[in-house]
T-cell receptor, first 115, second 111 residues
Framework: EPEVTQTPSHQVTQMGQEVILRCVPI?????FYWYRQILGQKVEFLVS????????KSEIFDDQFSVERPDGSNFTLKIRSTKLEDSAMYFC?????????????FGEGSRLTVL | KNEVEQSPQNLTAQEGEFITINCSYS?????LHWLQQHPGGGIVSLFMLSSGKKKHGRLIATINIQEKHSSLHITASHPRDSAVYIC?????????????FGEGTQLTVNP
């Protein structure tokens, strides 16, 4: 069964360092998303991406965050200068359809720990 | 007030019991998702609903758009059903691509 894969599964970094989280969405999907979940809290939307551009972003997704689809398979989330409060589980998801039409498929998550 | 409210927050059941988890939301939606989060953190999509009822194996999801309410039912529960169940909605009031999540319901099924 096709799946969304994320790397790394866990990354520990020092405050102020840049981090890149990588995702390989399902191959025929067109819509890509990043969500995050701070420990003990609910999942929050970060950004959605379609047709090589951001289609929507949340208030959390400020200038320190960026997303990119550098080739036909990878979808990356970059955090430029990490802060302690960026420590969270980051989930990538993809779907074949738009808002009401597309079932979401999630990756297993990348746990980011900022020290 | 949260846009998506789930109840109960925690639920403990004995194997074989019928389980219901509820979700209420306050905005107009284009779709509602039920998700399962495993102890390791991974998220699996169970259902996407915009009306009516869906069934998959022992799982049933219903939605009442007029009442802004959805339920997830598990029949003949099993210890492997133990997980966090999350309700999430796609709001019509935004551009529609984001999901707003509930806090989740921690389900524990004892043998």
């Amino acid at each position: 069964e096709p799946e969304v894969t994320q790397t790394p599964s866990h990354q520990v970094t020092q405050m102020g360092q840049e981090v890149i989280l990588r995702c390989v969405p399902i191959s025929n999907h067109l819509y890509f998303y990043w969500y995050r979940q701070i420990l003990g809290q609910k999942v929050e939307f970060l950004v959605s991406f379609y047709n090589n551009e951001i289609s929507e972003k949340s208030e959390i997704f400020d200038d320190q965050f960026s997303v990119e689809r550098p080739d036909g398979s990878n979808f990356t989330l970059k955090i430029r200068s990490t802060k302690l409060e960026d420590s969270a589980m980051y989930f990538c998801a993809s779907s074949s359809g738009t808002a009401a039409a597309g079932e979401l498929f999630f990756g297993e998550g990348s746990r980011l720990t900022v020290l | 007030k949260n846009e998506v409210e789930q109840s109960p927050q925690n639920l403990t059941a004995q194997e074989g019991e019928f389980i219901t988890i509820n979700c209420s939301y306050s905005v107009g939606i284009s779709a509602l998702h039920w998700l399962q989060q495993h102890p390791g953190g991974g998220i699996v999509s169970l259902f996407m609903l915009s009306s009516g009822k869906k069934k998959h194996g022992r799982l049933i999801a219903t939605i009442n758009i007029q009442e802004k309410h959805s339920s997830l039912h598990i029949t003949a529960s099993h210890p492997r059903d133990s997980a966090v169940y999350i309700c999430a909605v796609r709001s019509r009031e935004t551009s529609g691509s984001r999901l707003t999540f509930g806090e989740g319901t921690q389900l524990t099924v004892n043998p």
